[in-house]
């Protein structure tokens, strides 16, 4: 079992950047895979990115790609989302995610393989 709590949500203005943060419970962190998901109002959720359980391998929506960045501290239990050049179509609740996993496995970058979900963190970029 994990608990997930995510942080660093706000109100930014286009251009800007922002680090979402998810600080995860327990002593196994490291045998998860985590995932950022962002569900805007009215639409589905949508994957954001995902990293591994050593962070060796990182896997990003397309939406997203060459702008934002997933690492993670194991030591810390905590995973990151560095996010630049905000655009207002990122506007949305952003949800840390997390499943248990092998070596090697994934990407996990749907939202059924996750077991474990935060409550979200807002973010809204103005024009």
């Known amino acids: 079992q994990v608990q997930l709590v995510e942080s660093g949500g706000g109100l930014v203005q286009a251009g800007d950047s922002l680090r979402l943060s998810c600080a995860a419970s327990?002593?196994?962190?490291?045998?998860?895979?985590m995932g950022w998901f962002r569900q805007a109002p009215e639409k589905e959720r949508e994957f954001v990115a995902t990293?591994?359980?050593?962070?060796?391998?990182?896997y990003y929506g397309d939406s997203v790609k060459g702008r934002f960045t997933i690492s993670r501290d194991n030591a810390k239990n905590t995973v990151y989302l560095q996010m630049n050049s905000l655009k207002p179509e990122d506007t949305a609740v952003y949800y840390c995610a997390a499943r248990l996993s092998f070596l090697n496995s994934g990407p996990y970058y749907r939202e059924g393989e996750y077991n474990y979900w935060g409550q979200g963190t807002q973010v809204t970029v103005s024009s």
């Open positions: 990293i591994s359980r050593t962070g060796g391998s990182t």
């Open positions: 327990g002593r196994t962190f490291s045998t998860y895979a």
